[in-house]
């Protein structure tokens, strides 16, 4: 049994006799009211999402979850196979386990997955990625001195805030939590 306040996205908890996994957590204070968490949760068995309001100390279960790397392979159809690297047992999966962070998949990359029971009910990617730029406008001279920021798309069809001097062909590593363009990759 944990608090409220220790909660994380992606843990699995057993709330009102329902395992869930935490999809997005906020805490919320509003002046002189007491502080509560909002956290939206998914239903580990019917993919039902609800909304949920916790105080702070309140406490709840968290289901044990065994964590294990795959490797992304290819999308087949709705579905994206994952292998795993000791036994090149090949699982597919649900685009929704990935959530926000299925823009930045790229095959061959190693993503860690939470597993209950024998099935997989989270995917994280790694929290950051190299990804080739595919299309941005071109670099225009005297543009660094503003430092303003362009639009680029990468080879994963995500579109990233990088710096003017960036071109096309370039790669550079982005923070799969936040979206956001980190650096040139060496």
């Known amino acids: 049994m944990v608090k409220a306040s220790e909660l994380k996205r992606g843990q699995v908890i057993d709330y009102s006799g329902t395992r869930f996994t935490i999809k997005d957590i906020q805490h919320v204070a509003k002046g002189n009211w007491r502080s509560y968490y909002q956290v939206k949760l998914k239903n580990f068995v019917t993919g039902q ?3 949920q309001r916790m105080a702070v100390d309140d406490r709840i279960e968290l289901v044990f979850v065994e964590t294990k790397d795959f490797e992304y392979l290819y999308k087949d159809g709705n579905e994206y196979v994952l292998a795993d690297p000791e036994t090149y047992d090949q699982t597919p999966v649900s685009a929704d386990l990935f959530g ?3 823009q930045f998949l790229k095959e061959n990359i190693r993503v860690t997955c939470s597993i209950i029971d024998g099935k997989i009910v989270n995917i994280e990617l790694p929290n950051t990625v190299e990804l080739a730029v595919k299309d941005t406008p071109p670099v225009v001279k005297g543009a660094t001195a503003t430092n303003q920021p362009k639009e680029a798309i990468l080879e994963t069809g995500a579109k990233v805030r990088v710096p003017a001097f960036i071109q096309v062909g ?10 956001e363009y980190l650096e040139r990759a060496k």
């Open 49 to 51: 999402i609800i909304d």
């Open 170 to 179: 370039e790669v550079v590593r982005v923070d799969t939590r936040t979206g």
């Open 100 to 102: 926000d962070s299925l």
